[in-house]
C-alpha cells in the first residue's frame, strides 16, 4: 500500500499527531482514556467514514469515554494497514471547493475473527460494551431477502450452531456473546445494524431470535424479550480508497497514511432511540434520534434513490458519465427537483420536525458534486432489484390518489430503453442485473419495437407485479414514453418533460 511517492514519509501514528500540518484535525482528547464502549463488526470504509467520525465527533465534545474496537470478519486488510498507525486513519471530505481533512482516534483496536474468536468474543462481553454495531452487506445477515427469515440450511449458519464458541457469522458472535453475558449475569448489549437494507433492526432481531431458539428455546425466548435491535438510516457516499487517494492524502498530512478513506461532505444518521444499557451522546453531533425510522428509510428511498435511477437511466443514454455530468445539464437538474417536489415528495408522511426542503436542497448539492465520480452505469446496475421501491410503488400510491405520474414513468420507460441494450450511438450497453438474460431475451425478441418491449417487459410480474400491467393510466403513458425515447432521443425528452 505504499507508493513511491510516499514511502519515504514517516507512517501515521500517535506519536506524531502534533507535527501535523495545522489545517488537519486531529483528535484533542485523551485517547488513553478511553473505554470500550462499541464493538463494531465489519469494519470498513462506510463505518469509518460514517459512525466511527460521529463518534469521533461526540469525543472532541468531551462526550464519555465511548471507544472502539473494529472487527474484520472476513479480510485481514484494514488491521493490517491501522494498526501499525495506532489505529489511526484520514477521512478526507472532497467536494467542488477541495479536501479536508480529519485524523479519527476512537478506534482503540482492530481484530481479525477467523484468527481469534476468542478474542472478539471476550471484547464483546465486557460490561462496559453498550452497543455491538454491523456493516456486513446484506449477504452478511445469511437469510432469505425475499422472506426476512434466516437462511438455517446456510453452511456458516450451521457451522455456528454445532460450534457455538468457533463463531464465523456476525449473527454467530452476538448469539455466543449474549450467551456469555447471560450465564455470567452480564446486562445485554444493544444490537445495531448500519446496514443498508429496509428494516434492518427487525431483520436483525428476527434472524438472531430465530438462531438463538436453534441453539435453545429458553435462549431464544430471553434473546427476544431483553436484546434491543433499533432500526436505523445510513447515508453518506464513500468510494473505494485508490492509490492516488492514498498518495494525495499521505502528502498532505506529512505522513503516510496506508488506509486513509475519502467522503462526501453530506452524512446522516437516523436512529431508533431503544439503548436500554445506555449509548453515546449522538444527537450532540447531528444524528437523528427518534421514535420510528421508517418513514426516513422511505424519503431516502424515493427522493434519493428514486431520483438516482432517474438520473442514471436518462443520464446514461444521453451519453453523461456521471451523476455530476447529468446535472450540469439545467433541464436534468429542473426534471429531477421536480420529480421530488411534484411527484415522489408528496408521498412522504414524515413526522413533525422533518425538514423535507432542506434534504431536498442537500441532495441537488451532493448530485452535483463534481469530486465523487459516481457513474451513472454503476448506479443503473440491479434496476429489476432497485425499480419496485424507489419508483414502481410511489406510482401506485400516485395513482391511487388520482395524481400525475409523468416523470417518474419517464424514468421507467428510461429503465426500458436501457435493457434494451443498445445506446442511443448504437453501441452495446453492458447491462448488469439478476435478470439481464431474461432482459436480453425480451430485448432481442422486441427488435427495436418499443410497444413489443414494453409489453414484454410489463410481463415481469416479479418488477412490477400483477396491478400495473394491467392498469392503463400506467402502462399508455410508460409505453408512449418509451417510444419518444427512441424517436426523439433522451436529452429532448428530459428537455420537454422537465
Known sequence: MQSPATSSLPRLGAAGLSNLPAAVARPAYDRKALELGVVHL?????????????????????????????????????????????????????????????????????????????????????????????????????????????????????HDLDNPAKPRTAIGFIAEALARRRAAGVAPFTVLSCDNLPSNGDTVARILRRFAELRDADFGAWVGETVACPNSMVDRIVPATTEADRARVSQSLGMQDAWPVVTEPFTQWVVEDRFPAGRPAWEEVGVELVADVHPYETMKLRLLNGSHSTIAYLGYL????????????????????????????????????????????????????????????????????????????PIRERLAAGEPIDRMVLAVAAWMRYVAGID??????????????????????????????????????????????RDPRFTGPVTAALKRLFAEGARAVVAATA
Open 42 to 158: 465489519g469494519v470498513g470504509a462506510f463505518q469509518r467514514a460514517h459512525q466511527a467520525a460521529y463518534t469521533d465527533a461526540l469525543l472532541e465534545k468531551r462526550f464519555g469515554p465511548w471507544g472502539i474496537a473494529g472487527v474484520s470478519l472476513r479480510s485481514p486488510d484494514t488491521r493490517d494497514a491501522l494498526e501499525p498507525q495506532d489505529g489511526l486513519y484520514t477521512v478526507a471530505v472532497r467536494d467542488a471547493e477541495g479536501e479536508r481533512l480529519r485524523v479519527i482516534g476512537c478506534l482503540l483496536e482492530l481484530l481479525v475473527a477467523h484468527e481469534d474468536p476468542q478474542a472478539v468474543l471476550e471484547r464483546m462481553c465486557r460490561p462496559s460494551v453498550r452497543i455491538v454495531t454491523l456493516t456486513v452487506t446484506e449477504k452478511g445477515y445469511c437469510h432469505d431477502p425475499a422472506t426476512g427469515a434466516l437462511n438455517e440450511d446456510h453452511p456458516d449458519i450451521r
Open 318 to 393: 444521453a451519453g453523461y458519465e456521471t451523476v455530476s455530468d447529468t446535472m450540469a445539464d439545467p433541464a436534468f437538474a429542473t426534471l429531477v427537483r421536480n420529480l421530488m417536489d411534484r411527484e415522489t415528495g408528496p408521498t412522504l408522511h414524515m413526522p413533525p420536525g422533518a425538514d423535507l426542503e432542506h434534504y431536498k436542497d442537500a441532495l441537488i448539492a451532493r448530485f452535483r458534486n463534481p469530486a465523487l465520480r459516481h457513474r451513472t452505469w454503476q448506479i443503473a446496475m440491479d434496476g429489476t432489484q432497485k425499480l419496485p421501491q424507489r419508483l414502481l410503488n
Open 424 to 469: 442511443e450511438k448504437g453501441q452495446p450497453i453492458d447491462v448488469r442485473d439478476p435478470l439481464a438474460a431474461k432482459l436480453a431475451e425480451i430485448a432481442a425478441s422486441a427488435a427495436g419495437d418499443p410497444d413489443r418491449l414494453a409489453e414484454a417487459l410489463l410481463g415481469l410480474t416479479a418488477v412490477f407485479g400483477d396491478d400495473l400491467p
